[in-house]
């Protein structure tokens, strides 16, 4: 994956969220904050509008710079945890000028360690780590077997559904939804809808680069 790469993926995953905006905010509305998707959505267009920035730096810094812009763009307590994700994936790149499977693999598994640590939270917890945590892990065993992209990406799409609906069923332990107790049981939390979204994106835009 090249930077190239790194900023198409990030249009791909606007794209899809500005598709999914009604589904994102219902859900938001019954168990979030109400601002997730406005968040989202910033943090889109401001990586989006780095194009011409981003494609002439390697994935490493693009990565920490993208991290960098997102600390200061999205409010709240989203910021911090989405930048230290990208931070800690161009801290986990440094020196590699075109990360293979694996690479990228290990620095999306920095990323995700980051926000674990940065949240304080872990799977179970109805939160985006519900899908985020066991995508990449599977992605990290999927490179390591030398998988192919096309069966690599659909493997990782049903992962990330099939853990964003788990979260239907959990109780929320963190953020606002933590205070609705066992009223939040039925809905799906909807950091873990966004992340299964992006999922869904950067791996259509993989298989689609590939096949044309």
């Not at 600390?71 to 989405?82: D, E, N, Q, R, Y």
């Amino acid at each position: 994956m090249n930077t190239q790469d790194i900023v198409s993926a990030v249009e791909a995953v606007q794209a899809a969220i500005l598709a999914n905006e009604a589904h994102i905010e219902s859900l938001d509305r019954a168990i979030g904050d109400g601002d997730h998707f406005i968040n989202v959505r910033r943090g889109c267009e401001a990586i989006v509008a780095m194009r011409p920035e981003l494609s002439q730096l390697p994935p490493a810094a693009a990565f920490e710079r993208i991290g960098m812009k997102l600390l200061s763009t999205i409010g709240g307590a989203s910021g911090p945890l989405i930048a230290s994700f990208f931070m800690s994936m161009g801290r986990e790149l440094a020196g590699i000028e075109q990360p293979d499977t694996r690479e990228f693999a290990q620095a999306l598994a920095a990323g995700v360690e980051a926000i674990k640590k940065r949240g304080k939270a872990d799977v179970g917890e109805k939160t985006m780590l519900d899908v985020l945590i066991p995508t990449s892990r599977l992605l990290q065993r999927l490179a390591a077997e030398g998988a192919d992209r096309e069966s690599l990406c659909m493997k990782i799409k049903q992962e990330a559904e099939a853990n964003m609906l788990a979260t239907r069923d959990m109780i929320a332990t963190k953020g606002r939804a933590h205070f609705l107790g066992e009223r939040a049981l039925g809905h799906i939390d909807p950091g873990a809808k966004t992340s299964q979204v992006a999922v869904f994106a950067v791996c259509d835009m993989l298989t689609e680069g590939a096949a044309s």
